[in-house]
């Protein structure tokens, strides 16, 4: 092991895993402080994966004594492995130093139920909760306990962590507790309050409950971030919580409000506000326009079980809407995979758009591997008639019109 030839050390070493009998572990412990750092923190890995007791007891005594160093971070690591509650202090206590990230990645997998205790012991002293680490590891562990500490350490120091506290509380906490994480939020973490808010609603299966809260306090609140992240939480919520006072919200006073509006509504996930985005993607507002233009392409892009004449229509109506190359690049693409017979005729207009072109050809593609062969004759003239520069891309026309005329696709098409 302390060879100078640094392959036959490793072997030495790695060999000490697998050497039978009792007590090996103890022999090349003693032997370990007169070897190199590296080499010492290899023994120790290697050593740990015998079922013996003494390398954890040895890495209990060097996480406490080693200077910073590779031995002390193998003996953190297979605290982490093989250690128990007993050992949580310890690593917690390693926190503030060098060894921090180790630490963390070993309170995530030292085992046993009891650790969850002794998390909670720790986390009652108060600095923990100071780092945004521990407080995703109590999220981690479900140490459900801290979540009162939490909300009495977000309403003591409102300004610090206070969105890294309301995420550890949405994993945490329970409904109980949502009035009093709202009343501790400070004003600068409205988002993040109402997230942990309907997380925890969520993870109760009290979804109504948060709607009827999310419109209570929206009917009342006059604070426009508040007002902000209502709406936004209104999308998160969905169908569930009425898309109408979220449209309504489109006419309001304050600009803030009226943009998360659009933003709620283009993240909306059922169709039922796509006449409500249409129109607003018509607007003399460009940037809302672009919003709630992207909002309806992707819900036509999803709308699976739309009446496909309603679909058409709102295809049609998006592509006269679309002001820039990049949203009728992402209309032509979702009319292609749309499976739509009517979307040949949006379609064909934009092969005579040089920049557009191939997009066009991409759309038609996409839509002849979709459609019955009696129902491509239009698409198989509009192919045949267009003319492609790039080889590749003039490759899979020439192959798809072949599959189309030998399906026999333009005795009976339209």
């Known amino acids: 092991m302390a060879d100078p030839d640094e392959r036959l050390a490793r072997a030495a070493i790695a060999a000490t895993a697998r050497l039978p009998g009792e007590g090996v572990s103890t022999v090349f412990l003693r032997r370990l402080p007169d070897l190199p750092a590296e080499r010492q923190a290899a023994l120790l890995r290697a050593l740990a994966r015998r079922d013996e007791p003494e390398p954890v007891e040895a890495a209990r005594r060097w996480v406490r004594e080693a200077e910073p160093g590779p031995l002390r971070t193998a003996a953190v690591e297979l605290l982490g492995e093989k250690g128990d509650a007993r050992d949580v202090p310890l690593l917690a206590g390693l926190l503030q130093g060098p060894d921090r990230e180790a630490a963390l990645a070993a309170l995530r997998r030292v ?48 300004g610090a962590h206070a969105a890294a506290l309301l995420k550890a509380l949405g994993a945490l906490a329970d409904p109980a507790l949502v009035p009093a994480i709202l009343d501790a939020a400070p004003a600068g973490a409205v988002e993040p309050a109402i997230e942990a808010a309907l997380q925890i609603w969520r993870r109760a299966g009290r979804t109504d409950e948060a709607v009827r809260w999310v419109w209570e306090r929206y009917a009342t609140e006059t604070d426009p971030a508040w007002r902000r992240g209502l709406l936004q939480a209104a999308a998160a919520l969905g169908g569930a919580s009425g898309w109408q006072p979220v449209a309504a919200a489109l006419h309001d006073a304050d600009e803030g409000v009226r943009a998360a509006a659009v933003r709620a509504l283009a993240g909306w996930p059922s169709p039922e506000v796509l006449p409500v985005l249409l129109s607003v993607a018509g607007g003399a507002d460009e940037k809302a ?126």
Request: overall charge neutral; hydrophobic content about 50%; proline content about 5%.
């Open 111 to 158: 085992p046993g139920l009891a650790v969850r205790a002794a998390l909670l012991e720790v986390a009652a002293r108060g600095e923990p909760l100071d780092d945004e680490g521990f407080l995703e590891l109590l999220a981690e562990r479900q140490v459900n306990g801290a979540a009162v500490l939490l909300v009495n350490r977000l309403r003591e120091r409102p």
């Open 289 to 414: 326009a672009v919003i709630a233009l992207r909002g309806a392409l992707r819900l036509l892009d999803e709308a699976a079980g739309m009446n496909p004449a309603d679909q058409l229509a709102a295809w049609r109506r998006a592509l006269e809407l679309a002001r820039r190359p990049e949203e009728r690049r992402l209309a032509l693409a979702g009319l292609g995979g749309s499976g739509l017979a009517g979307a040949v005729e949006l379609i064909t207009p934009w092969l005579e758009e040089a920049n557009l072109r191939a997009e066009a050809v991409h759309a038609l593609l996409q839509l002849a591997a979709k459609l019955p062969p009696d129902r491509t004759g239009a698409l198989r003239r509009a192919l045949e008639g267009v003319e492609i520069k790039d080889a590749n891309l003039r490759k899979q026309v020439e192959e798809t019109l072949a599959r189309l005329r030998q399906a026999g696709a333009g005795s009976d098409a339209r």
